[in-house]
């Protein structure tokens, strides 16, 4: 979950209100803070369409998955799941959470943008939890939100063309830029003759 409650009338209240009050009120574990022994790789991997396998086979139960992705963490080396006692390595293929909906209330600088991943996190776009986009192999927007430490959430398709429809022109350092505002701070996409 988020490290901050839901303000009522925000764009991340929706979504909290959605999920009902327990589940909104949650965090993760202080994992950050939990330095066990390197106990090697297990097989275990995250797709890139967010579903967890475990020798090759989906895990169908999103209660333990849900459990999975509270000790997961991203280490220099690897992506771990880690607990006070052992820390094992498992694969991610590309990001390790999907973005699967979105709020947005406002406009402009005031403008709010909150986002549920694919385990329940939720998290409002802001300094905390910025935006970032990537290019894909084939010159396509890969946006992806930051839920918490360095683990990300990829924007679903249909997400992005929503978020890139909140887009606009600025002039960041002296460059024309296309971006998203939200949560106070302007995400550029691209040089803005280059978003054409």
Known sequence: MTDSAPTSGSALSRLAAALGPEKSRRGPPPVERWNPAYCGEIDMRI???GTWHYMGTPINRPALVRLFSTVLRKD???????????RVGITVEDAPFVAVEMAVEGEGEARQVAF????????????????????DAHGGVKPSVKVRGDLWARVTRALTFDLIALGEERMVEGVRQFGVPAGGVFFPIAPADEAQ
Do not use: K
């Open 47 to 49: 797709a890139a369409d």
């Open 116 to 135: 549920r991943t694919n385990v329940d996190d939720l998290v409002q776009v802001g300094p905390d939890h910025p935006l970032r986009f990537e290019t």
């Open 76 to 86: 220099p080396e690897r992506y771990v799941l880690v607990t006070p006692v052992e």
